[in-house]
């Protein structure tokens, strides 16, 4: 099959890639499952952007880069939030129905998350993901120059070298398209692409608890470093402080907003003496509207400290009616499963949530490799630092997008060369699939448990050794075995795991969303962490 441009991932990355370029090129979207089962989807916070005159591009960048520890490049953050208003002013010609407020400037309801000095969320009350992708998708799947190729899992990235490797081929290598296997059938599809962008969403699959839905095994960030692409921070894995706590309740987040709007984070009854007390004000003088590395920490400490399984969020002391129409989604959720949140606190734990680091790319996604770019959570452009601040993920998902899709519109088309078929010859149906699920269970319990909130450099050097046995038998299986859909993402938690780890090790400081018992102290100077590829030092 063959396309001007092959989008791996249909968040709202990919979709606003596809939409910006489906004018004049063919567009392949290829999604791991269905559209919507994707993190953007699940976002119920809003998007960050400067829509009232009472705030500015200045505070929004002050912002950001003090959530970010020192280390967010200030231009790519720059350019990300003065580019803010023109994407929320696409959306909703797009036809987005965000909340709206008659007495707003722009006539939309603006709400404030932690680490924001001002009301700047754009939303739909608290299903703000959810509205983007069922309108965007309906753009998609109504586009003749776009193809959908749902429940189509990518493999791995065609380069240049690759091809020819015997022979020496240019000095730089380009990317060519990809190998994407049909889940339904079975058989591997060869997808020729002038332009391939990776838009796979994060890697919070690596962590036993996380917010994220099964989709995110960093699938786009393993390809790229696969293919020769340095990564960067990696260690800055962002855990979204609350997190349901309930045995039924799968990976289901409770907003930023709710503290936003006056939610309390107490000891549960299960803290004896302490209970109902408010803790946070012990840890940070912002209290809950502290950013999520301090409040996710503070979490940690006291359910350590007093042995818990949770901590409560309580907003039970705002009026039914303001919560209903603000929060309908968690208030029916956790309605179902028996928490009233206008009458109980809601029990909530840290879960892994977003993904701070990714694949190098520059403003317009462009990654080392020609004809290959990343965008979204794959991507790291340095807007996110050491920490997300919240609801600035998917601007910059809606802004690099659209710098990607000019990037790639401005360019003069390119004769891509005689790719091969994915070869199956050599291998055969495995005997004893156990040994993936064994592996992917082991995986994500030691990372959880030694490359978690809090680390030492024992925990993660643990967790460095496990990973390098994992990996020896997880490549050993892949070479003698026909793929499956959980083989392709154990492989690419293994090297996600790995990356993750090795940044952390690299880090000899506590900043933002690492922090390390053995080096608890912040360094004077703010410096990325960058992997490179051992085939691009050679």
């Not at 703000?128 to 990235?157: M, S, W, Y």
């Not at 029916?332 to 993904?355: F, M, N, S, W």
Request: net charge negative; hydrophobic share 40%; charged share 25%.
């Amino acid at each position: 099959m063959k396309f001007d441009v092959a989008i791996v991932g249909s968040g709202l990355a990919g979709l606003s890639v596809a939409l910006h370029l489906a004018e004049t090129r063919t567009v392949a979207i290829i999604s791991k499952r269905a559209l919507q089962d994707g993190a953007s989807n699940w976002a119920q916070g809003g998007i960050a952007a400067v829509l009232d005159s009472g705030d500015s591009h200045a505070e929004h960048i002050n912002d950001t880069l003090v959530a970010g520890g020192g280390l967010c490049d200030e231009s790519a953050t720059r350019f990300i939030v003065e580019h803010g208003r023109e994407a929320i002013e696409w959306l909703i010609e797009q036809g987005v129905p965000f909340t709206r407020d008659e007495s707003a400037e722009l006539g939309f309801h603006l709400t404030r998350e932690g680490g924001h000095s001002q009301r700047r969320i754009i939303h739909a009350a608290d299903a703000t993901g959810h509205a983007v992708q069922v309108t965007l998708e309906e753009k998609v799947r109504a586009h003749p120059n776009i193809t959908l190729f749902e429940h189509h899992c990518a493999i791995d990235l065609i380069t240049s070298d690759k091809l020819h490797p015997a022979k020496k081929g240019p000095a730089q290598p380009k990317c060519h398209g990809l190998y994407v296997q049909d889940e339904q059938t079975g058989q591997v599809h060869t997808f020729a692409a002038e332009h391939t962008v990776l838009a796979t969403g994060g890697a919070g699959k690596v962590y036993l608890y996380t917010t994220n839905p099964d989709t995110a095994s960093g699938d786009g960030i393993a390809m790229a470093w696969r293919a020769g692409c340095r990564v960067s921070n990696m260690e800055f894995i962002q855990f979204h402080p609350t997190c349901l706590y309930h045995p039924y309740a799968k990976s289901f987040l409770i907003t930023e907003a709710i503290r936003g709007e006056g939610g309390l984070l107490k000891l549960p009854p299960e803290a004896g003496a302490a209970a109902g007390t408010r803790f946070m004000l012990a840890h940070d003088e912002r209290a809950e509207l502290a950013p999520r590395d301090v409040v996710a920490r503070a979490i940690d400490f006291e359910i350590k400290k007093r042995g818990l399984d949770y901590v409560h969020l309580d907003i039970s002391h705002k009026p039914a009616e303001f919560l209903i129409e603000h929060f309908p989604t968690i208030y029916a959720r956790c309605l179902e499963l028996g928490i009233d949140i206008t009458k109980q606190p809601i029990p909530i734990v840290p879960a892994a949530h977003y993904t701070c680091g990714g694949v190098v790319t520059d403003l317009a996604g462009r990654t080392d490799l020609p004809g290959l770019y990343a965008v979204g959570e794959t991507a790291c452009t340095g807007l996110h630092g050491a920490n997300r601040l919240a609801s600035n993920s998917l601007l910059e998902c809606l802004v690099i997008g659209r710098a990607c899709a000019t990037d790639i519109a401005d360019k003069e088309k390119d004769e891509i060369p005689y790719l091969p078929d994915w070869d199956e010859s050599r291998v055969t149906d495995a005997d004893e699939e156990v040994v993936i699920s064994h592996n992917w269970d082991e995986l994500r319990r030691f990372m959880w448990n030694y490359v978690g909130i809090v680390r030492t450099t024992k925990r993660l050097e643990r967790a460095q050794h496990r990973i390098a046995l994992l990996k020896e038998e997880i490549d050993e299986y892949y070479r003698n075995f026909r793929i499956t859909h959980d083989l392709l993402e154990l492989r690419n938690l293994v090297d996600v795991a790995s990356l993750i780890v090795n940044s952390a090790l690299q880090r000899h400081e506590s900043r933002g969303l690492h922090f390390s018992r053995d080096y608890p102290e912040t360094l004077p100077k703010a410096l990325p962490s960058v992997l490179t590829p051992s085939r691009r030092k050679g």
